[in-house]
């Protein structure tokens, strides 16, 4: 599957932002998505995962209660919504998939994905 992230932008803290991914090929309504992300100088980072079934979501604790992630598998994309964002949120976000696995599965490390997003930057000014 090939994706397509958009959706990031410069915001102010406690603002809100929502990233799609799109995808093209035939396996997404099989695949577990997932959002990480990268901010300057550090490390990849898994942000959130929902099951290929739509109905497990898996967060990060730092983005509990302010991200969340969805899908709509008639239009091959995820989403994430961003809520409460803060300056420590800013990165470059990307969104991956993984073909196949449980129903219910919900991976989050990124060995575990199989494709990925180019990216879309998210800036929170203070």
Request: include cysteine.
């Amino acid at each position: 599957v090939q994706l397509q992230a958009s959706g990031g932008g410069l915001v102010q803290a406690g603002g809100s932002l929502r990233l799609s991914c799109a995808a093209s090929g035939r396996t997404f309504s099989n695949s577990a998505m997932g959002w990480f992300r990268q901010a300057p100088g550090k490390e990849r980072e898994f942000v959130a995962a929902i099951s290929w079934s739509g109905g497990r979501t898996y967060y990060v604790d730092s983005v509990k209660g302010r991200f969340t992630i969805s899908r709509d598998n008639a239009k091959n994309t995820a989403y994430l919504q961003m809520n409460s964002l803060k300056p420590e949120d800013t990165a470059v976000y990307y969104c991956a998939a993984r073909y196949g696995g449980g129903y219910h599965d919900t991976p989050s490390r990124g060995a575990e994905f199989d494709s990925w997003g180019q990216g879309t930057l998210v800036t929170v000014s203070s």
